[in-house]
């Protein structure tokens, strides 16, 4: 299991990286394994405000839907549009080309409540 030591993350298997006041997010690698071959990703909120841990998505794969979940409260500035024709980037490549979302970060001390790396793997049992 891929757990880049550069990025934060969330006990809901988002990843973050943060650059300057922008965040770029996606599911982490033990998601989507866990999820298995994903066929659509759905994001209702770009453009809008969400406050930290409220749905900005969802993500659907062969078997299952699954909500997912901001990271950090702000403002969705971007979805990631190729994974409307090519949602398996998400499986192939989550912490590249399968980003979900870029976020406006509206307070930026709730950085600090993401998990480091070390403090992610605890939280799957790596």
Do not use: C
């Not at 599911?27 to 994001?43: N, R």
Request: aromatic share 8%; charged share 35%.
């Amino acid at each position: 299991m891929n757990v880049p030591a550069d990025l934060k993350y969330t006990k809901d298997h988002e990843w973050v990286k943060i650059e300057g006041d922008i965040a770029i997010v996606g599911i982490t690698d033990f998601a989507q394994g866990e999820l298995g071959d994903i066929v659509y990703v759905d994001v209702e909120t770009l453009d809008e405000e969400v406050d930290k841990d409220e749905v900005f998505g969802t993500v659907e794969a062969v078997k299952t839907v699954s909500d997912l979940f901001m990271p950090l409260t702000g403002e969705v500035i971007e979805f990631n549009e190729v994974l409307e024709d090519d949602s398996e980037l998400v499986n192939k490549d989550p912490y590249g080309e399968g980003w979900m979302i870029k976020i406006k970060i509206k307070d930026a001390s709730e950085i600090d409540d993401l998990l480091d790396a070390d403090a992610y793997k605890e939280v799957v049992g790596a």
